[in-house]
């Protein structure tokens, strides 16, 4: 392959005219790199994209709705010959060329005063990667490259911000594949990890060395530590200078507590930011395959503690009121109340046939799914000896997800909030 030489620049395009000629799908890939970057854009094209015309409409982009005249590139500090058709391309780089404007070509690179890098942005540092020609090897090294930088696995943790408070991380339902890009980065990035038992273990083995980690495990009627403990441990920790991740399952602010660590932080003057996680009421069924939604079948759903029974005079719960309910229920911390939750939900109007799934460590490695009804529920769950965690999905999208095993109901015609 020739080779031809280039000399990288970062090209500052705020408030600077910008023309990118043609309206299809490779302009609709690079107009918006150059809103981010600030550029006046203006579109030269008969026809454009429903998504250019909706950046058009937006007050985005301006709109020539023409073909292109050489005068468009007066004024113009860069340009993008984007159309489909050669001789429209190379009229604009012979128009560019004359004014002294660098132009990029869409079809012929060897043609062009410039070439688009691949480029990716994370955490204040711009990374482009030109490859002489060979756009899909770029796309791939600068992929590796941000990656890298986005998990905290490329630069030095002591050249970035160590501004001292406390994040909390919501991990995901508990493969460490669930968790978020900014989750993972908040981890690779802390001084302090603050870890309970259903955070993705495997991402604890992946921080530096001279990380501390502060076990905080709550275990069903085991060893648990007290919330107020955890609030006193991560300000202190923070009030020391560091940055600390207060890392849990699933998201925060769904039965986690969240919110009490919040308030601890405020209190005593330490900044606090919220990372949200995958929560484990809707991901770990999707995982599954249930739906906690379908058309015609389920137009809502709720999602309810069950880690009090029926009847505790600390329950908020009215469960005769959710037995009136027409969505799903999902039931979380269930597992040991779940037979007489299933008897208030059939005593308060729901069938005894309702289809229930439980679905058993989640994204994990030994996930596994138990079908039952309301009635055989009790049954069940002892028969499979199922233990926590486990979260219970009650309705008739479990049977959607296993026509074979209950009879599917029927999602009539009716198209519902959900339709698309």
């Known amino acids: 392959m020739d080779d031809f030489p280039t000399y990288p620049a970062?090209?500052?395009?705020?408030?600077?005219?910008?023309?990118?000629?043609?309206?299809?799908?490779?302009a609709q890939r690079r107009v918006p790199h150059l809103i981010a970057a600030g550029a006046d854009v203006h579109v030269v094209a008969p026809q454009v994209t429903p998504a250019i015309e909706g950046l058009v409409g937006s007050g985005e982009v301006t709109w020539h709705e023409r073909g292109f005249e050489d005068a468009d590139l007066d004024d113009t500090w860069y340009c993008i010959a984007a159309t489909d058709l050669p001789t429209v391309n190379e009229r604009v780089s012979r128009a560019a060329e004359a004014r002294r404007v660098f132009c990029v070509r869409a079809d012929d690179a060897t043609r062009a005063t410039a070439w688009t890098p691949a480029t990716g942005r994370h955490d204040g540092v711009t990374v482009a990667v030109l490859c002489n020609r060979e756009p899909q090897r770029s796309a791939r090294i600068r992929d590796e490259v941000v990656e890298q930088m986005r998990e905290g696995l490329l630069g030095s943790r002591r050249q970035?911000?160590?501004?001292?408070?406390?994040?909390?991380?919501?991990?995901?339902?508990?493969?460490?594949?669930?968790?978020s890009v900014a989750g993972r980065k908040a981890l690779m990035d802390a001084d302090v990890v603050v870890a309970d038992r259903l955070a993705p273990r495997e991402l604890l083995g992946d921080l530096p060395a001279d990380v501390e980690l502060v076990d905080v495990a709550k275990l069903p009627r085991g060893r648990s530590a007290q919330q107020e403990e955890i609030n006193r441990v991560i300000v202190e920790?923070?009030?020391?200078?560091?940055?600390?991740?207060?890392?849990?399952?699933?998201?925060?602010?769904?039965?986690?507590?969240?919110?009490?660590?919040?308030?601890?932080?405020?209190?005593?003057?330490?900044?606090?930011?919220?990372?949200?996680?995958?929560?484990?009421?809707?991901?770990?069924?999707?995982?599954?395959?249930?739906?906690?939604?379908?058309?015609?079948?389920?137009?809502?759903?709720?999602?309810?503690?069950?880690?009090?029974?029926?009847g505790h005079p600390e329950s908020l719960t009215a469960w005769s009121a959710v037995a009136g309910l027409r969505g799903t229920l999902v039931l979380m911390m269930a597992v040991q109340n779940a037979p007489a939750i299933a008897d208030a939900l059939v005593a308060g109007g729901r069938a005894a046939s309702t289809?229930?799934?439980?679905?058993?460590?989640?994204?994990?490695?030994?996930?596994?799914?138990?079908?039952?009804?309301?009635?055989?529920?009790?049954?069940?769950?002892?028969?499979?000896?199922?233990?926590?965690p486990a979260i219970i999905v009650v309705g008739d999208v479990v049977a959607v997800a296993h026509p074979g095993r209950f009879e599917a109901p029927d999602a009539g015609t009716d198209a519902g909030p959900d339709a698309v």
């Open 10 to 26: 970062g090209l500052r395009l705020a408030d600077r005219r910008v023309v990118v000629v043609g309206g299809g799908h490779v």
């Open 160 to 179: 970035r911000s160590r501004t001292p408070g406390v994040v909390l991380v919501g991990g995901g339902p508990g493969d460490p594949e669930l968790i």
């Open 237 to 310: 920790r923070a009030l020391a200078g560091k940055r600390v991740v207060r890392f849990k399952g699933g998201d925060n602010f769904v039965f986690g507590r969240g919110y009490e660590e919040v308030i601890a932080c405020r209190e005593a003057g330490v900044p606090v930011t919220v990372v949200p996680g995958l929560t484990s009421p809707v991901s770990v069924p999707a995982v599954a395959g249930i739906p906690v939604t379908h058309r015609g079948v389920a137009h809502e759903f709720t999602v309810i503690s069950g880690h009090l029974p029926p």
């Open 355 to 388: 289809p229930v799934a439980v679905v058993c460590d989640g994204t994990m490695p030994g996930e596994r799914t138990v079908l039952a009804t309301l009635g055989t529920l009790a049954d069940r769950l002892q028969a499979e000896q199922v233990k926590p």
